[in-house]
């Protein structure tokens, strides 16, 4: 509530009671201002400064449930302590539906008074809680607003200097003579390539703490048989994906291991120019755990493995199932289907 007094407007047609509820809202800290009528009280709301209305059931031109009514249609309204002589309970159930904060049942003496007053000081402090709360949420979303802009710009930064990274190491690549620090300096590129695809993601988007992982995975996929094309492979890729979002680690985690494991095919899978098709599968095998599997229709694991590759990037692989608490598995020849099944959460 405001620093300055507390205002009570009482809206009610007996001057004799009125003046009576004055003094005593007075005795408890409170100003207190009357209207006669329904239409005088609205008038006085719209000059602002009210905190809490006291108003009667009957008033000269219609009910309080009228005034209610009109209360509704305004922005911004004070709590109502709905004032009736009326035994009948459908008016004190029609105040409440209509808005009303509470209500008092209407009586000369000072146990009127008195109750009246307790109501009042409840909604006092109910409505100095709904406005704490309500500033509390405001700094709050201002805070978070905050945080996404700066996590939206971090994401940027790191994709640009990983961007930056993986041209440095291009350069390197092209000046390098021997064909194996190529091929090495260009699957570099890919993991860096990979990672930062993650934060791409991320800068464009308005959740920064999760990654829609078939989009991204289909677009890297994509990157990778472009880049692999140009080295001189010819197979191509296929992308079977449902829809699922796992958080920013863990698509970091995902990325490079789906790299390591589509360059391998790649390289491996179809020897002597042959052409073939690798297929990443991404689908939901229960309500928190994902199944993805890269597979082909290649000469198979045991093949590949004495095709005299480093071994680095089955290293890779294991640590990354590893990091996603997964066990990979791979199938018998014909072809290579490298499977694991990972929590999505």
Aim: aromatic share 4%; proline share 3%.
């Amino acid at each position: 509530m405001p620093n300055r007094p507390v205002s009570i407007l009482y809206i009610d047609d007996d001057p004799g009671l009125t003046r009576l509820v004055q003094k005593t809202l007075g005795r408890r800290g409170y100003t207190v201002e009357s209207s006669s009528t329904g239409e005088a009280g609205l008038a006085r709301l719209a000059d602002g400064g009210i905190d809490v209305i006291a108003l009667d059931h009957f008033l000269p031109t219609g009910t309080g449930l009228d005034f209610l009514g009109d209360l509704a249609r305004l922005p911004e309204r004070p709590p109502v302590v709905y004032v009736t002589a009326s035994g009948d309970t459908t008016v004190i159930v029609a105040a409440l539906k209509a808005g009303a904060a509470d209500y008092v049942p209407k009586a000369v003496g000072e146990e009127f008074l008195e109750i009246l007053g307790s109501a009042i000081d409840q909604a006092v402090e109910k409505a100095r809680l709904q406005r704490a709360r309500d500033l509390a949420e405001h700094e709050m979303r201002i805070a978070k607003e905050r945080a996404e802009i700066l996590l939206h710009e971090v994401n940027h930064r790191v994709a640009n200097s990983l961007a930056i990274v993986g041209s440095m190491i291009r350069l390197q690549t092209n000046a390098a003579a021997d064909a194996h620090v190529k091929q090495a300096l260009g699957e570099a590129q890919s993991r860096i390539a990979a990672i930062a695809g993650v934060h791409r993601r991320l800068y464009s988007s308005h959740d920064v703490r999760n990654v829609e992982l078939s989009a991204y995975l289909c677009g890297l996929v994509s990157e990778l048989e472009t880049a692999m094309k140009a080295s001189g492979h010819t197979s191509t890729t296929l992308c079977q994906m449902e829809i699922a979002f796992v958080p920013t680690d863990k698509a970091v985690t995902v990325g490079v291991l789906v790299t390591e494991l589509v360059i391998n095919a790649f390289k491996y899978a179809y020897p002597d120019q042959r052409t073939g098709e690798i297929r990443v599968i991404l689908r939901l095998d229960d309500a928190d755990r994902l199944a993805l599997i890269v597979e082909d229709d290649g000469v198979g694991r045991s093949r590949a493995n004495s095709s005299g590759g480093t071994g680095v990037g089955s290293r890779i692989v294991s640590a990354m199932a590893t990091s996603l608490d997964a066990t990979i598995t791979y199938s018998e020849p014909p072809g290579c289907s490298a499977r694991l099944s990972f929590k999505a959460s």
